[in-house]
């Protein structure tokens, strides 16, 4: 079996050997692609383009942490502790004795002459070897200190790599112990066990010591994975704006929501309920502070009224994807650093509409009301239509 000094000895030679030259290579390489797919801005390319910054961030972090030594010095500090009580063990163990074990030399003659020394003071004092039992319990008393055995502390430590390669930084330290001794190393009284927590704590002094469930089942404050790009989300997104507004959806408003907007339909006297409007149902939610069913209002109305949602024919909703992902390569290359987030949504099939012709589509899409916010989505816009050749229009 490969045993921690090996595996310690193999990992810091990784760290020591990374070719700094060989990165900075790559990094021109990998900068020289993402300019060409800038320059075609190609609607397919998108997904690739973010692959490529995403690889050339790595890079540079990589060329950065090699240079100044980081990497090391991130090593030592994250697995300096574990190495500490391995290599301790092994200095140790040339001076453990078992339980039991008595001063007796090696030598023929002084052995015989210690063996009938301590057979008589043995017999005098009746205690027997009561030092070696103090030892052994004070290694007992010290159990909750953290694992001892080579092998615990070797998974420690794969476990502690494993977790930092996969940029999950532990704020604590997990401790991993048995079942049994289950006493506070303080009190000496009986732990108590709280699972949900994966923590053991003392009722007397209040200590609290991680530890390890044994058990596969996932926790509700477990983070859901995350199993695709931020594009596709992006896409996904886009297809539910295009979904909602024609009322395709399986999203059920509750009742209480519907009695509201009718009660305050019947206070402004509305008798008609034909007349109803995008708008006002949107000034009614404002009202109710429901601002979260915005994007339901075309679901409501039909469930108020019955009229059929806004319609939109498959060719049209298939151009407005593509129209969406030929944006995506020019928003990532003339969105400002300081920006995350994309473009309005609203705003972007506004402005879909608008270049399609669709006039009757445009007042499902609101823009923004902010001017200083318009403004800025806006600018960016000018330059994607610029970059993509099509017709820009000033909001405002």
Not at 272 to 296: D, G
Not at 337 to 348: C, D, M, W
Request: one cysteine or more; charged letters at 30%.
């Amino acid at each position: 079996m490969v045993t921690l000094d090996n595996i310690h000895q193999k990992k810091v030679g990784e760290i020591k050997n990374i070719d700094v030259s060989k990165c900075k290579k790559e990094l021109d390489e990998f900068i020289n692609q993402r300019n060409i797919i800038l320059e075609s801005s190609s609607q397919s390319d998108s997904i690739t383009l973010m692959q490529i910054n995403e690889k050339i961030d790595n890079l540079k972090k990589q060329i950065d942490g090699a240079s100044n030594q980081k990497f090391l010095r991130d090593y030592y500090l994250d697995t300096g502790e574990i190495l500490f009580k391995y290599y301790d063990s092994i200095e140790n163990i040339s001076t453990t004795r078992p339980r039991g074990y008595s001063n007796v030399s090696t030598d023929k003659d002084s052995g015989i002459l210690s063996y009938l020394n301590t057979d008589s003071n043995d017999s005098d004092t009746g205690e027997e070897q009561k030092p070696i039992e103090n030892q052994t319990e004070k290694k007992q008393e010290s159990y909750f200190s953290g694992p001892t055995s080579r092998e615990d502390l070797r998974h420690e430590y794969l476990d502690k790599i494993e977790n930092k390669e996969k940029g999950k930084k532990t704020k604590k330290q997990t401790i991993k112990f048995k079942c049994t001794p289950n006493n506070c190393p303080n009190c000496k009284i009986e732990l108590s066990h709280i699972h949900s927590e994966g923590i053991v704590e003392c009722k007397n002094c209040g200590l609290l010591q991680n530890i390890l469930n044994d058990t596969d089942r996932a926790s509700y404050k477990d983070p859901p994975k995350e199993s695709c790009y931020y594009s596709y989300r992006r896409s996904n997104h886009f297809n539910e704006w295009i979904a909602q507004f024609q009322g395709k959806e399986t999203t059920q408003i509750p009742k209480s929501v519907l009695v509201q907007v009718v009660t305050e339909i019947k206070k402004e006297r509305i008798k008609n309920l034909n007349e109803l409007t995008t708008q006002k149902v949107r000034a009614i939610l404002k009202k109710l502070k429901l601002n979260k069913y915005y994007e339901h209002i075309p679901h409501i109305i039909n469930q108020l009224n019955g009229q059929p949602p806004p319609y939109m024919s498959r060719s049209t909703e298939e151009l407005l994807r593509i129209m969406f992902q030929k944006i995506q390569g020019p928003f990532l290359e003339f969105c400002p650093k300081k920006r995350k987030n994309f473009l309005s949504y609203s705003y972007v099939l506004h402005k879909f509409v608008e270049l399609l012709d669709l006039p009757h589509l445009k007042p499902l899409f609101p823009l923004l009301k902010s001017r200083e916010k318009l403004h800025q989505q806006d600018q960016i816009w000018q330059k994607i239509c610029e970059r993509v050749g099509w017709t820009f229009h000033k909001s405002m």
